[in-house]
Structure formats: C-alpha cells, structure tokens
C-alpha cells in the first residue's frame, strides 16, 4: 500500500491504527518522515523518529506525537540510537503563516528563552493563556515546554563539543539553574549530564582513535563548536553554496561551491559560521566561532534557514515534478533549495541595494557599506573581518553617505528607519503579509523587493517574483510569453511552492535542451 508524500498533521496525542501511513512509514524505517513526526513506545518509555533502526514496536504501544516537547510532556525520552533531537525541523511551520506557524518560528529563534512567553505573546498580538491553549492543541506542547526542549538540545551539544563545566553549559544553553538543568537532561535523554559527556567521549575516541579535538574549557572565552545540521535528501547543497558565493559581500562573507562562510551578529556577541557539506549523511557540517555561547540556539536555526534544512523535497517534487513546464528540470536535480537569510535586516538592505543593478554591481555596493560602517569582528577568520552595518547605523546616514543613486538611497534609509524603530520586524515570527503592506508604502519598493523579502527573509515557499529578469529569461526559452501577468498566470499550478519554482526558472535547467545531462 502507497505511503503519502506528507503525513497528516498531528494534533496532540495520536494512536496509531491498522492503516495509519505513520505506522507504515515506521515499518519502512522512511527517512522522509523525521521531524514530521515523533513516534513513542509505551512499553519503553521512549521516543524516537519514524526511521529509527530499532526493533518495530506493535501497533498498540504506539503514540505519535507532533513535536518531540509533545513527546516529553507526555512523560517519553529521547532515544540514544536515532537521537530524534537532531532530526530535521517540520516544514509544516515553515510553511504556515497563522499564529501557530509564527509562533513555532519564533520559539525555535530563542524569543521565548529572551523575552519569556509574554514577550513571545506580546509579538503575536495574543495573551499568553491564548497562545498557550493554541500550541497544546495544535502541537501538543506549550511554549515553556518548546522552549525547554529546545535548551535541551543546546544542552546535549555543548556536553558532547565542549568541557565546560556543567554549570556554564547549563546557563550557556539557558536553564535558570543547574538543577532545572540536571532535571530536564534526566527527564529527556534519561541520562545524568556527564553521563552523557564521557559516553560521547568514548565514542570520539573509538572513531578517531587516541586523537581529540581541543575543546572549548571557559564559557567567558570565544567559543568553536562544531555541529551537525540534519537535512531531508535529496539536497545538491552545490547550488546553494554557488549563489551564496556568488552574492558574497567582501568582508562579510566568502565561499565557492563547496564551502560558506559569513559574520553572525547576535543578540550577545558577534559569530562566523563556517558550513561545508557534510557528505553523504544528510547533514552540513558547520563550525561556529562565538563571542557567548548563549547565542549557539539562535545561530544553529539562523543557518538552519539559511540553507532551507527543513524543507520537504518529496512534497514539493510531488508538485512541481508533475507540472508539464517544470518536471523535465526537477527530476534532473530534485530537492533545490530556497536560499534563505541569517538575517532579516541585512537581507532587506541588500535587496534594495541590488534593485535595477546586476549581481556582481550589488555585491560591490554592499561591500562598501559594510567597509564604511560594519563592525569589525574581535577576531578575523579567513577573509571575513567584519558584520555587516545595522539598520540602526544606516538610518543615521544621509543619502550623500550611500554609494548608490539618491532616490535609491532615501528608500534604503527610510527601510532603515522603519526597523530601527520597530515598526516593522523581519525576524522568523513576523506576520508576512502585514510586513509586506508596510512595505509597499515606502516609496521605492516594490513588488520585487517584497516578495524577495518574503522568499529569503520571512521563509514563505509560495513567494514569487513575477517580474524577475531570470524568470522572464525562462519564459523565452520556453516560448511562453514573459509579462508579469501570464508569469503569475502560469505560476498558480505552482502553488504552494512557487519559491522552489523560482529556484528551477533561475538555474537555467528549465527549457534547456540538455537539462536531462545536467544531474
């Protein structure tokens, strides 16, 4: 019997029924499913993904949950074979742009951990007893557990990367105190912290032999810590490293086809990420250098965003690869990515920097601005020396200031301006469609400029540039007229992917006579 691409969404605690496609995922030990959904054992008291290579429990000891905080709440711990903490992120939050999808963004941004729910409340516009009750019945979880499950995450990385004592790992991945941190620890991986630490050591040691990596000793010091960001396959992480580079702004960032790195600036000291696939295990391999390692949750799911990990490929090959325009080109190179942003500010700045200019003509802008006014890092690494200017900075300067045309520069300010003001907010949890009719006020923005905001910025997979150079390029290889009003025409048997249908229009595979060649 034929699986769905997608499993139904989850709401609270689910059995599992003689034709549930979960179950059968299960049997199939599907890879596609991790972080769709969390299955628990209740002979077993423990939670793991869906393909985890244990011993398939029966149907009737079988709980699914939606999120791994459901899981935990529901008195479950994770397993040490398939560690369901680090699967995949749910691509359905990604995806939704109601309360609940922004609240899910924001939380696994750390707003809860920074502000508390009612600062987390208070950006969705809901009391917290609102939101509460909205997140139990929808995912099975308040934010407080969300949050915790989260911190518990940070938690095991440090143990395992670093040899800070417990105390620092503890207020560095954001309990309140030790013992909230010794307890949660217990209750989820059903260890004692250093129980875990010289299990993760024994293992280092039997794959690198009597050779160790230098870990991190002193909270107070820079920090490296290296990790694994889990992704669904296929991923041709090539692509996503190509435009990256492309687009680099000197100083900021550099890359090639197989390496990315940039400056992080974060809420308790500046970073740089370093990324390189991870091979053939689903992951990249990313090293963090931070100033506090209180910001290692927030920079994690920056990238995270960055590289779209959470995405859906099956689902949205199901979508496109059908579609008569796109289908030769996604079953060439399927599981194209959106590249998103660490940052929302930056990206909305470099949009308008790169409005009616070519690419390499935006990067050297950019570069500029950021040589002028970033903020030089305490340490370089590599060619990257500098953050890239705040919006608060920027909304200081005069239009003379700005290497770029004044009418372009009083729009770039006037942007500027808005953030630093807050009133308007590009982080994960903003309202997308508000963002966007602020937007359009501002003279000299534009549709483009919205929507490659809402694309790279704001994560929304059914962003479109109908008027985008590279999508009328396309429409004539194809044949297909290129206005604004057919690209939107043809574009709606794309919904809801058309941000990964952009992708596709971009790289040139679409009407290429040899696309077929090209995997």
């Known amino acids: 019997m034929a699986m769905t691409t997608t499993p139904v969404l989850i709401t609270g605690e689910e059995v599992a029924g003689d034709d549930d496609p979960r179950y059968r995922a299960m049997q199939a030990h599907d890879t596609r499913f991790d972080g769709w959904f969390f299955v628990a054992v209740t002979s077993t008291g423990i939670y793991c993904r869906p393909s985890c290579p244990s011993v398939l429990p029966k149907r009737d000891n079988v709980r699914f949950y939606p ?28 995806r939704r742009g109601d309360v609940v999808g922004r609240a899910m963004r924001s939380i696994t941004d750390g707003v809860v951990d920074r502000e508390g729910v009612a600062g987390l409340a208070h950006r969705l516009g809901y009391s917290a007893r609102q939101l509460q009750r909205l997140l139990v019945a929808e995912v099975g979880a308040g934010p407080l557990e969300l949050a915790r499950s989260q911190r518990a995450e940070t938690a095991r990385i440090l143990l395992e990367t670093t040899e800070l004592r417990t105390a620092d790992v503890a207020f560095a991945a954001g309990f309140g105190s030790v013992r909230q941190f010794n307890d949660t620890v217990r209750t989820v991986f059903g260890e004692a912290p250093m129980t875990m630490r010289h299990r993760a050591q024994r293992s280092t040691r039997r794959v690198n032999g009597s050779q160790t990596a230098p870990r991190v000793t002193d909270a107070t010091a820079p920090a490296s810590v290296t990790l694994r960001l889990a992704c669904r396959q296929p991923f041709p992480s090539s692509r996503l490293f190509e435009f990256l580079a492309t687009r680099a702004v000197p100083g900021v ?24 696939d991870g091979g053939s295990g689903g992951s990249l391999c990313c090293v963090l250098q931070l100033e506090d390692l209180r910001d290692l949750t927030m920079a994690a799911k920056r990238l995270r965003h960055l590289f ?9 090959s199901e979508v496109l690869g059908a579609d008569p325009v796109l289908g030769t080109a996604v079953a060439a190179v399927p599981g194209i990515r959106i590249p998103g942003h660490v940052d929302g500010n930056e990206l909305i700045v470099r949009a308008v920097i790169g409005q009616q200019v070519s690419v390499p003509g935006a990067r050297t802008v950019a570069g500029r601005l950021s040589a002028s006014y970033g903020q030089p890092l305490p340490t370089a690494v590599g060619t990257v020396t ?47 469609d508000e963002v966007s009719a602020k937007l359009l006020t501002v003279p000299g923005i534009g549709p483009w400029t919205v929507a490659y905001v809402r694309m790279r910025a704001l994560g929304d997979p059914d962003a479109f540039l109908a008027g985008d150079l590279g999508v009328r390029r396309a429409l004539d290889r194809l044949g297909l007229p290129r206005g604004e009003r057919s690209a939107l025409a043809l574009a709606e048997q794309w919904r809801p992917y058309r941000a990964y249908a952009l992708q596709y229009l971009w790289s040139g595979l679409v009407g290429s006579p040899g696309c077929k060649e090209m995997k």
Not at 257 to 272: F, I, K
Not at 308 to 316: E, H, I, K, R
Not at 395 to 420: C, K, Q, Y
């Open 67 to 94: 999120t791994s905080a459901a899981a935990q709440r529901g008195g479950f711990r994770a397993c040490k074979r398939c560690r369901p903490d680090t699967a995949p992120g749910s691509p359905e939050w990604n």
């Open 386 to 432: 500098r953050a890239f200017p705040t919006v608060e900075v920027i909304a200081g300067l005069s239009p003379g200031d700005l290497p770029m045309p004044t009418g372009r520069g009083r729009a770039l300010l006037r942007v500027a301006e808005l953030l630093a003001r807050g009133d308007i907010t590009l982080d994960p949890g903003a309202d997308r």
């Open 308 to 316: 779209d990990l959470d995405a859906d490929p099956a689902a949205v």
């Open 253 to 276: 960032e550099e890359g090639d086809a197989t390496q990315y790195r940039r400056a992080l600036s974060l809420p308790h000291g500046s970073g740089v990420a370093t990324l390189s």
